[in-house]
Every structure is written in C-alpha cells, then in structure tokens.
Nanobody, 126 residues
Framework: QVQLVESGGGLVQAGGSLRLSCAAS????????LGWFRQAPGKEREFVATISWSGGSTNYADSVKGRFTISRDNAKNTLYLQMNSLKPEDTAVYYC???????????????????WGQGTQVTVSS
C-alpha cells in the first residue's frame, strides 16, 4: 500500500510560480510510474504530467508543456511539479497518483493509476 500526500498549493497571481510536492510512503515508491492530474470545479479530472519510475521519461499535457516540469527524488520518496507562468485556467485541485506496474503506455488517464493523494488547491488570480 502507498500513501500520497500533496503540499505546496496556494494562491498566486497570473505569471507567478508554485512548486507542488507529493510525499509518498512505501518502500516500492521508486519502482512506480507517477503522475499529476488536476480537477477544476464542474470539470473532469485531467492529465497534467507523468514521469517514469527512473525519471528518465516525462510526458506533459499540451496545455502545460513548456511551463510545468515534473520531477522525482526516489531517495526522498517525493514527486514534484514545478509550475511557472501560471494562468487563471490552471486553477484546480492538483492530485498526484502512482501506478503499481510499469507498462508501455502514456498513462494519461486517471483509471490507469492505483493510488491517489487527497489533493492540493491551486488558485491563480488574474
């Protein structure tokens, strides 16, 4: 079992930056592909970014490409999301997710993940 806890959300002005963290428990964290998703009020949960177990491969939604960076520190059991040039449309609850197994897939859908954090609110004012 893996428990995920997000932190780092808050209120920021458009153009600003935030760094989200996701702390994980469990000895097998380093073998899991990980992802970030977000959900705005009244909308479905959407893919933001994913990273392979080694950190060597990343994938981003077109809407955040060039502005957000996903990374991981397996020694610290922590996943990060650096968010720059934030826009009001980035406002959402951000969730980290982990998948138990490695597959040759993009892992952009919520149902491809096994564990979820409770979420952290990011609000970008215009």
């Amino acid at each position: 079992q893996v428990q995920l806890v997000e932190s780092g959300g808050g209120l920021v002005q458009a153009g600003g930056s935030l760094r989200l963290s996701c702390a994980a428990s469990g000895r097998t964290f380093s073998s899991y592909p990980l992802g970030w998703f977000r959900q705005a009020p009244g909308k479905e949960r959407e893919f933001v970014a994913t990273i392979s177990w080694s950190g060597g491969s990343t994938n981003y939604a077109d809407s955040v490409k060039g502005r957000f960076t996903i990374s991981r520190d397996n020694a610290k059991n922590t996943l990060y999301l650096q968010m720059n040039s934030l826009k009001p449309e980035d406002t959402a609850v951000y969730y980290c997710a982990a998948r138990r197994t490695v597959v040759a897939a993009a892992l952009t859908r919520p149902n491809e993940y096994d564990y979820w954090g409770q979420g952290t609110q990011v609000t970008v004012s215009s």
